[in-house]
């Protein structure tokens, strides 16, 4: 059973045709839609300014990829903070039992 498929994806005014998981759909579909609800952010932010479409896609994705960044460094994070937290408590132990 072939469990890809045909979407269309409408972002800024364009349908943009494409293949995914029928499993993946509502993730692309999302994602669409925050592309778009950045775009109109961007666009009343900036609706005074002489800013082309273009420049809103691109601050759009900029947007979305520092907060997929922000995301990575919290992943590599948290293993240390897990291994710091591990290690304060074999300490106390230590200590309370040296005590």
């Known amino acids: 059973m072939n469990d890809t498929f045909r979407i269309q994806l409408k ?7 494409l ?3 029928r499993s993946e759909e509502k993730i692309f579909r999302s994602a669409a839609n925050l592309i778009n609800e950045k775009l109109i952010q961007y666009g009343n932010k900036y609706q005074s300014a002489p800013v082309e479409k273009k420049d809103f896609v691109i601050m759009a994705a900029c947007d979305i990829a520092v907060s997929q960044m922000r995301l990575i460094d919290q992943q590599n994070e948290t293993p240390a903070y897990d291994k710091i937290k591990e290690l304060n408590a074999e300490l106390e132990d230590f200590i309370e039992g040296e005590l």
């Open 11 to 17: 972002i800024a005014d364009k349908q943009y045709p």
């Open 19 to 21: 293949k995914c998981k």
